[in-house]
């Protein structure tokens, strides 16, 4: 106990003088001055000093970020060929009962449905549906102008963006353009639907919603004239006579002091681009002039 007490006092260095040369002459004095001697050069390591908590919980969460999006990195990018591989599977093995048909500006075509039901497309339009499932399901989706003669059988859905037709059996044309929707019944029974607008139309019938107005009338013809290579009106604004004239001759028409919401009632052949732009413009007091191959300007009008 004496001896520990010196020693604690020598390393306070605490000792007296007559203490100091009592402990210089103890065994194991040279061992502890060794001890003291090499203690001097010793240096804790900078990066051994101990984070409190709160930085130590911040660099956790750091680590254990790193360690995620170290591993979610890799399941991110196979996540991604396994849907490049179902999409690019889908497209070529599950749609390819997919059959689409259109028609380009001044052309016209008939195509013959699986069922045999036929369908002349006007100029600009396109019709798609699924032929495997065709005889279970009898539906296609329009955009543009179709003619329809439809064979007897289940229903018959014509889908377009502005409403929807069913039928059974029957002839009727659908102009489903972005502000021009009309149905019109040639034969049998048409039942059209457009928003909460519904009617069931008989041979003769029109259904049309023009710039979101409603309005109904009779027909007296037993097909559409665009099928005969001429489009008729009644009653419709300009610019609609115009875009359809736009879409037989693959022409651009601008206007020039024209009032485009008067309306018009005629009608033009396809066969001919100055007869037919003399055909509408000379009942409106208009004039026409061809600057180019596919460049017409209107002007002429300005009430």
């Known amino acids: 106990m004496?001896?520990?007490?010196?020693?604690?006092?020598?390393?306070n260095d605490d000792l007296t003088n007559a203490e100091k040369d009592a402990f210089?002459?103890?065994e194991d004095f040279a061992l502890n001055q060794k001890i003291i001697e090499d203690s001097k050069?010793?240096?804790?390591?900078?990066?051994?000093?101990?984070?409190?908590?709160?930085t130590f919980k911040a660099k956790y969460k750091v680590r254990s970020s790193a360690k995620r999006l170290n591993?979610?990195?890799?399941?991110?990018r196979i996540a991604s060929v396994l849907v490049i591989g179902l999409a690019i599977y889908f497209t070529m093995f599950?749609?390819?009962?997919?059959?689409?048909?259109?028609?380009?500006?001044?052309?016209?075509?008939?195509i013959k449905l699986p069922d045999l039901s036929s369908v002349t497309l006007n100029a600009d339009s396109k019709i798609i549906y699924d032929k495997d499932s065709w005889y279970d399901n009898r539906q296609l989706n329009l955009k543009g102008e179709a003619y329809f003669k439809v064979a007897k059988g289940k229903t018959f859905d014509v889908i377009t963006d502005n409403g929807v037709v069913t039928v059974v059996g029957t002839e009727f044309n659908v102009k489903a353009r972005s502000d021009y929707f009309e149905v019109v019944c040639y034969e049998g029974i048409v039942k059209v639907a457009s928003d909460t607008i519904t009617r069931q139309?008989?041979?003769?019938?029109?259904?049309?919603?023009?710039?979101?107005?409603?309005?109904?009338?009779?027909?007296?013809?037993?097909?559409?004239?665009?099928?005969?290579?001429?489009?008729?009106?009644k009653a419709i604004p300009f610019r609609e006579v115009v875009s359809e004239l736009e879409r037989q001759f693959n022409v651009k028409v601008t206007?020039?002091?024209?009032?485009?919401?008067?309306?018009?009632?005629?009608?033009?052949?396809?066969?001919?681009?100055?007869?037919?732009?003399?055909?509408?413009?000379?009942?409106?007091?208009?004039t026409y002039k061809i600057s180019s191959p596919n460049q017409v300007l209107i002007y002429g009008d300005t009430d």
């Open 255 to 286: 206007f020039k002091d024209t009032k485009t919401t008067r309306l018009f009632s005629g009608g033009f052949t396809h066969n001919n681009l100055e007869k037919a732009l003399s055909a509408i413009t000379q009942p409106m007091s208009l």
């Open 71 to 76: 591993w979610l990195k890799p399941a991110l």
């Open 41 to 54: 050069y010793f240096k804790a390591s900078e990066f051994s000093k101990a984070d409190d908590f709160e």
């Open 94 to 110: 599950m749609n390819d009962s997919m059959v689409e048909q259109h028609t380009q500006f001044a052309e016209k075509t008939t």
């Open 201 to 233: 139309l008989l041979a003769g019938d029109t259904y049309r919603i023009l710039n979101n107005k409603f309005s109904q009338d009779k027909l007296g013809a037993i097909q559409p004239e665009w099928i005969e290579n001429r489009s008729s009106f």
């Open 2 to 11: 004496i001896e520990d007490k010196l020693l604690n006092k020598w390393l």
């Open 24 to 26: 210089s002459k103890r």
